[in-house]
């Protein structure tokens, strides 16, 4: 059956907090409170992400099947497991890809009209 | 592991205070999510607490407040938006319904003649009433056309959807003016909204008796909505007139009831048709 599903470029923007969520996700599956840790340290806690964004982007996530559930567990000695662990899918990892590349051209814009000259003399001295 | 560090008493407060808090998402998202969420907030609540102290608590718990009512909305929203054709419309004929009685009600209660007399008790009834009566109507009317757009010309399309717009300019123009207690805004709101609502219906059931898409009553929005505004009109027209009062004024001021009961009929009807179309399918 031949169904409508959304090509990767339909995503496109995701929104900070989805892509942020990816982001956590890109170098494995987490559980919940592993995004939000992860979220903090990428973006240098400048992100703080509170549990109704979280879940409620995951929500749509799931939906949009961009990350799916993990059913592999760690050592029950070493986590809850009443936790759930999350990861991206196929299509999730190519939206992702897509969107940072799309991220990436738009600061090639931005240092190409100088917006980031003082950035980047700030970041070699 | 976070999880397994002693909890404080401020700490337990907050998963308390949040366990509450949780209670006003939909129920479908709370019961898939809220344990998680929960969860997640007790671990992070923790950290913060044990790392950083009491300043960084109430800056979390900041935030924390700020994203609960930010995605509660969205949730509620989300709930509205992906709501199905069907119960869209079985909401909006309930909602007309209601709109059409509580215009009834709301009109015996007011005036100088109010069977319920003026106290302050029966007042905020009656601001109640009519504050609640636009987004009723507008409700009501986004179901009208969402149920019978396909079939409508575009004066009823367009009557329809402004009646949903001016009663929704109507509405926040009323709760504005009972915040802020400026009744110079209430009562040109209501008169926005009522006027437009009751032209919306007569112009429908003009568009209604042109292309026969109502399956009863299909004169009846035209009677319900144009004479009454014929009333008004005549009434504004006869404000200063030399030869006092005639035995015709009652008529013209009970008016509104029709389009009360028109309303009322209106959303009846749609409730019928839309149980008859979920009976066949």
């Known amino acids: 059956m031949a169904e409508n599903t959304p090509s990767p470029q339909d995503h496109l923007p995701l929104t900070p907090a989805v892509f942020n969520i990816m982001l956590a996700l890109a170098d494995g599956e987490k559980h919940g409170y592993g995004i939000m840790l992860d979220v903090e340290n990428n973006t240098s806690g400048t992100v703080q992400m509170g549990p109704g964004t979280l879940y409620g982007s995951i929500k749509r996530m799931l939906k949009a099947a961009l990350i799916e559930e993990s059913d592999e567990r760690p050592d029950s000695d070493l986590d809850d497991q009443r936790r759930r662990y999350y990861r991206l899918t196929g299509s999730g990892q190519r939206v992702l890809r897509l969107e940072a590349e799309r991220l990436a051209s738009q600061v090639a814009t931005a240092r190409a009209k100088n917006l980031l000259a003082d950035l980047v003399s700030g970041s070699s001295q | ?281």
């Open chain 2, 1 to 281: 592991m976070i999880s397994g560090l002693p909890d404080t008493r401020i700490v337990n407060i907050s998963l308390r205070v949040y366990r509450v808090l949780l209670a006003s998402y939909p129920q479908s998202f709370r019961q898939e999510y809220a344990p998680h969420m929960l969860q997640v907030f007790g671990d992070y609540t923790r950290r913060v607490y044990q790392q950083r102290g009491l300043a960084s608590l109430i800056w979390w718990w900041t935030l924390t407040f700020f994203d609960f009512a930010n995605s509660v909305l969205e949730e509620h929203l989300q709930g509205i938006t992906n709501m199905t054709k069907e119960k869209f419309i079985r909401l909006g004929s309930w909602a007309l319904m209601l709109g059409g009685i509580t215009l009834f009600i709301g009109f015996l209660v007011s005036g100088e003649s109010s069977a319920f007399g003026r106290s302050a008790f029966y007042r905020n009834i009656e601001d109640f009433l009519w504050v609640s009566m636009p987004i009723l109507f507008a409700t009501g009317y986004a179901a009208l056309r969402r149920q019978y757009r396909d079939k409508m010309g575009s004066l009823g399309n367009f009557a329809l959807l402004a009646g949903v717009i001016t009663s929704l300019v109507g509405f926040l123009g009323m709760l504005a003016g009972f915040i802020l207690n400026i009744e110079d805004i209430v009562w040109p709101s209501l008169m926005i909204f009522f006027m437009s609502a009751m032209l919306a219906m007569a112009l429908l059931g003009f568009d209604a008796l042109k292309r026969g898409y109502l399956p009863r009553w299909g004169s009846f929005p035209l009677i319900a909505g144009g004479l009454p505004i014929l009333a008004l009109m005549l009434q504004l027209i006869l404000e200063d007139r030399p030869w006092g009062n005639t035995p015709i004024d009652p008529i013209i001021e009970r008016m509104p009831l029709l389009f009360a009961i028109g309303a009322f009929l209106m959303g009846f009807m749609l409730l019928e048709d839309i149980k008859g179309v979920e009976k066949s399918s």
